[in-house]
């Protein structure tokens, strides 16, 4: 029977059916932070239950960690630093991996752990945190869970899962100058909504994402979940392969032959069946941005904010009347008259060294209006650093960004450092309600958008160049 | 831990019919202030449910705050509830306010999730059952509770009136015997331990990590802030 990439992935891991539709499924990797890993790090350990592989199992400060340079375990974040020292502690008496505030290595755990090739793949991978699905970029299969189920997954090294269905967002036609991963993936969810993928592993393939670098594949699976999928996946290739060679957790030598050969069967064959398929035509999308307090709810660039009596479906017109309001937007709004006070660039979506290629290569000679306030936050203290050696600090510098350290930042607000009653043009996943800090309304583009916003002063487009 | 069981629960039931609500709704970041599954309650909603983002002044316009809601355990929801982050938080928070069922046309999967690893029952019922369960509650909160009857998945509302639900027989046996979860799997072991062992000569690299595993030279503890 031709088999799904999904298929090949979930047979792999699969322990043993345990009845009622649920699989023991095994896992490869477990990733932790200090933000929900720590609860589940001290529960296990008080209910006298051990981790069943400590080698495997990865912790990173990354949710409330700081980010202004110069930073220790103090944090804006009410009590930031217990939660810091807790998950250090917990970490050290489990025997566990963990980079630590200051280590090189410390960033977002779903950046770090491409990055170190700790997540390879075919591998799972469970984190306490709904982005993990961001690792099926590499043919891994990755997925966000709770707490509880993280303890699951700590004490056996595996986890009871209903098998999802199967969905294939094929990405056809050439992509336009200009239009970056992001763009496609906040295109994809406004033509589908949030929950049109909800209960299925989402294989993303087509032309465009043979063309796409991995890092481009991590923003697309990265917001599966914003579509509701149990994961998001790119079936890993050759340039997955490029990518994943001399990290530092991937294997060398004979081993990696190994590796690399039995990469190269997992691929949805060519007849395989999906449970649902979508189609997008790259040549139709437009750099895009939300203009509401869900993913769901985004236009092209240029295009104008809806009126919610054009929602043929009366729960979409009320969440877009009750978004306006948050948002304190009026329908018919031209989007690119909309100012802002704020921009932002990171998170666990676009916070890679292309991304921070990319909005520097706009920033470049160039300043942001004199009101705003803008941020970027690379993902992980490497790509700092490899930014730094090209400079690419004192681009944003100089156009008036504060270049910070690696950590989620301020993608969320706990209590910490906050744009509240601001609006943000942000490169982040989620434009919930009082995300970014109570009353802060944010606008979610791709990176290149919020340079070129951040400049303007007002949502825009950067003018492509070929 | 093993959550409480549930089996049959009579209350009165809150409608909070928007659409996506996200775990960050349910429970601000901000609330959640300690290593600890505990002392959540009072920041359920808290960006709805209080005046000012730090007060706990009550919005009289939020519905767990009207008269007749405030003994609520059930929700009636919208669509996508519990979305976003993962945060188990929300469903702590959740329990410990008193609600133990949350009725929605659809659920952010990780929250459903975790709901039922907490003995909070989250149903999927069709969009126009919710409305009509709404429409009936809101006649008179406090008379027209429903009783959510797990064992035999009926939902009684007026009198006379029953609706049937659908629920995967996993969470169903988890949630009528409140069963610990890590128990029944360690039972499970030496499969574990024999796919581990097949396994490893199929995909070893997956096993080898790079040495050593625990002391990690420059991985040290952040200095005292600046
Ligand atoms: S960057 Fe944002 S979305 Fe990503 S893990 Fe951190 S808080 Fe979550």
């Known amino acids: 029977m031709p088999e799904t990439l999904f298929d090949k992935l979930w047979s792999l891991h699969r322990v043993a059916e345990v009845g009622q539709g649920e ?17 589940a790090l001290l529960s296990l350990e008080r209910a006298g239950r051990r981790i069943r592989s400590p080698e495997r199992v990865f912790c990173t400060m990354d949710h409330i960690v700081d980010t202004r340079p110069g930073r220790g375990d103090e944090t804006q974040v009410p009590h930031g630093a217990h939660f810091i020292a807790a998950t250090r502690d917990s970490a050290r008496r489990a025997g566990i991996r963990l980079f630590d505030v200051n280590d090189p290595r410390q960033g977002i755990g779903h950046v770090i752990a491409a990055e170190l090739g700790i997540v390879l793949p075919g591998m799972s991978v469970v984190c306490p945190d709904s982005h993990t699905c961001t690792l099926g970029a590499l043919g891994a299969l990755a997925w966000g869970i709770g707490s509880t189920e993280a303890e699951h997954a700590l004490a056996t090294g595996t986890l009871r899962v209903s098998r999802p269905r199967s969905m294939r967002v094929s990405f056809d036609g050439r992509v336009p100058a200009g239009v970056t991963p992001k763009d496609l993936i906040i295109h994809l969810i406004s033509c589908f909504g949030s929950q049109a993928a909800t209960g299925h592993a ?3 393939a087509g032309p465009a994402i043979e063309a796409m670098p991995v890092e481009g594949r991590a923003t697309l699976c990265n917001m599966a979940v914003e579509m509701g999928a149990f994961t998001g996946l790119v079936a890993p290739d050759e340039r997955t392969v490029r990518y994943v060679r001399g990290r530092e957790y991937a294997p060398t030598g004979a081993l990696w032959e190994q590796a690399a ?22 040549a139709a999308v437009a750099p895009s941005v939300t203009w509401g307090t869900n993913p769901e709810q985004a236009v092209p660039i240029g295009g104008r904010v809806p009126h919610p009596d054009s929602f043929a479906d009366s729960h979409r017109a009320s969440a877009a009347a009750r978004a306006l309001q948050y948002m304190d937007l009026a329908p018919g709004t031209p989007t690119d008259t909309i100012r802002v006070d704020a921009a932002f660039i990171g998170s666990c979506t676009n916070s890679r060294l292309s991304d921070l290629r990319a909005a520097a290569g706009y920033l470049k000679g160039r300043r942001i209006a004199p009101w705003i306030r803008a941020l970027c936050v690379p993902g992980s203290s490497s790509v700092k650093r490899a930014a730094e050696a090209e400079g690419l600090d004192e681009v944003f510098r100089r156009a008036g960004f504060e270049w910070r350290e690696a950590g989620c930042s301020l993608c969320f607000h706990a209590g910490g450092e906050s744009f509240g009653g601001q609006r943000v043009i942000s490169s982040t996943n989620r434009n919930f309600q009082g995300r970014q800090g109570p009353g802060a309304r944010t606008h979610l583009g791709s990176p290149l958008t919020v340079a070129a916003s951040a400049c303007r002063g007002y949502i825009c487009a950067a003018e492509p160049t070929e | 831990m093993k959550p409480q069981p549930f089996t049959v629960h009579r209350g ?24 600890s599954k505990q002392g959540l309650g009072d920041g359920l909603f808290a960006g709805w449910r209080y005046r000012a983002p730090d007060s706990r002044e009550p919005d009289p316009e939020f519905i767990l705050n009207r008269d007749g809601y405030r003994d609520a355990s059930i929700l009636l929801a919208g669509a996508n509830f519990g979305c976003g982050s993962s ?4 469903v702590w928070a959740l329990g410990e306010f008193g609600i133990r069922a949350v009725l929605a046309p659809s659920f952010g999967s990780i929250f459903r999730n975790n709901c039922t690893l907490n003995g909070i029952l989250a149903v999927a019922l069709k969009d126009s059952t919710i409305r009509t369960l709404a429409d009936w509650v809101q006649t008179d909160p406090r008379s027209n509770q429903l009783q959510i009857d797990l064992q035999n998945q009926v939902i009684e509302w007026k009198v006379g009136g029953t609706l049937a639900f659908e629920i995967e027989p996993a969470k169903r046996r988890l949630l009528l015997q409140g069963l610990d979860g890590i128990a029944v799997t360690l039972q499970r072991t030496s499969a574990i331990d024999e796919f581990e062992v097949a396994d490893r000569a199929v995909r070893p690299w997956v096993y080898r990590l790079p040495e050593p595993p625990i002391a990690q030279p420059g991985n040290r503890p952040g200095n005292r802030g600046p």
Not at chain 1, 265 to 280: K, N, P, T, V, Y
Not at chain 2, 87 to 90: I, L, S, T
């Open chain 2, 12 to 35: 009165i039931a809150a409608p909070l019919l928007t659409r996506n609500i996200d775990t960050d709704t349910i429970i601000p970041s901000r609330k959640i202030q300690r290593v």
């Open chain 2, 87 to 90: 945060r188990e938080h929300a």
């Open chain 1, 23 to 39: 699989c023991l499924l095994h896992l490869d990797r477990i990733f932790l932070h200090e933000r929900t890993g720590s609860v």
């Open chain 1, 261 to 282: 050969e039995h990469w190269s069967a997992l691929h949805s064959d060519s007849d395989a069946l999906f449970d649902r398929e979508l189609q997008i035509d790259c």
């Open chain 1, 202 to 204: 989402v294989e993303f």
